[in-house]
């Protein structure tokens, strides 16, 4: 019973990475803070952290509150992180590292 409680953890732990990393990079894309997301939401600045940063996973409420302010649905949201729990890992790894170099790029002025 623990090793089913241990998978239970991990596959939670994905499932909050999954929908995070959806609704972050929806938010980029739409070129939008973090404060504009959770003040159109309606949400608490620290809960709102705590769901992008991946450490709790929103209610439905919240996740479709924090849809709305992205112009998109909860499904679509859900949709996303179930693509990219799908993707293989070395393509998550490839395109973390691209974004990670075009980001310190712009941060030393080569972009």
Not at 5 to 29: G, M, P, Q, T
Not at 52 to 74: F, H, N, S, W, Y
Not at 77 to 89: C, V
């Amino acid at each position: 019973m623990a090793r089913e409680d241990a998978l239970s953890a991990a596959a939670r732990e994905r499932l909050n990475a999954a929908v995070a990393r959806a609704i972050r990079d929806r938010r980029i894309k739409r070129e939008m803070t973090r404060e504009q997301v959770y003040t159109t939401a309606d949400l608490p600045r620290a809960t709102y952290d705590r769901i992008e940063k991946g450490e709790t996973l929103p209610d439905v409420g919240r996740l479709e509150a924090i849809a709305q302010a992205l112009d998109t649905t909860a499904v679509g949201i859900i949709n996303e992180a179930k693509r990219s729990l799908e993707e293989p890992t070395d393509k998550r790894r490839e395109e973390t590292s691209a974004r990670a170099a075009r980001i310190y790029g712009r941060m030393l002025g080569l972009e």
